[in-house]
């Protein structure tokens, strides 16, 4: 049973405008939410995190949304640019567990020029 | 500074046979992870170290897997008897103590095939 989902495979933006991906997650005991970025044959790269005390988190074109209600995240890039284009992870972790990172399929997100 | 490396970035192996994969962490980095990733996936943890010690190895899959960490730095995962399930990227990442709000760093992974 996933705990961490990411139902969109794949997304494509024109380069400038938005991009806009989603995830949700199951286990209420998740607390610390986080985007990871992985080109090919390269490990994952952090991004950007958010606290389950907080609702947004802001860094430079990235902003991470959290609707813990919902159990719902998303990471908005504006304006997108062709560097952005790659597999966007999301994953989260538990207080009180090993901080091991539960991560979703990831969505390949494309940026055309 | 130097980032998490990990050896061999490719292994090939028949069926049955024994691996070790070896992971560089940060250096003073004290908290050290295993994930695995199938194609199509996202990282599955396998096991995390605080120090020396294994503090959780909930993820490992069966008594086949088995990791060291025996000076609290390099780690070496172990799998005996391979499947062809095994066949995966092996990614290795490690933080500074292992907190919440401490990032994972990750390796660039090893592809391990098994034939």
């Known amino acids: 049973d996933q705990q961490v989902k990411q139902n969109s495979p794949s997304l494509s933006v024109q380069e400038g405008r938005i991009s806009i991906l989603n995830c949700d997650y199951t286990n209420s005991m998740f607390d610390y939410f986080l985007w990871y970025k992985k080109y090919p044959a390269e490990g994952p790269t952090f991004l950007i995190s958010?606290?389950?005390?907080?609702d947004k988190n802001e860094d430079g074109r990235f902003t991470v949304f959290l609707n813990k209600s919902a159990k719902h995240l998303s990471l908005h890039i504006v304006p997108s640019q062709p560097g952005d284009s790659a597999v966007y992870f999301c994953a989260a972790s538990a207080s009180g567990s090993a901080r091991q990172l539960t991560f979703g399929s990831g969505t390949q997100l494309t940026v055309l020029p | 500074g130097a980032g998490v490396s990990q050896t061999p970035s490719n292994k090939v192996t028949e069926k049955g046979k024994y691996v070790e994969l070896r992971c560089d962490p940060i250096?003073?980095?004290?908290?050290l992870y295993w994930y695995r990733q199938s194609l199509g996936q996202g990282p599955e943890f396998l096991i995390y170290f605080q120090g020396t010690g294994a503090a959780d190895d909930s993820g490992l899959p069966n008594d086949r897997f088995f990791a060291v960490r025996p000076e609290g730095s390099v780690s070496t995962l172990k799998i005996q008897r391979t499947e062809r399930g095994d066949s995966a990227v092996y990614l290795c990442?490690?933080?500074?103590?292992?907190?919440?709000?401490?990032?994972?760093?990750f390796g660039p992974g090893t592809r391990l095939t098994v034939l």
């Open positions: 990442a490690s933080s500074a103590s292992g907190a919440y709000n401490n990032e994972q760093f």
């Open positions: 958010i606290s389950s005390i907080k």
């Open positions: 250096s003073g980095h004290t908290a």
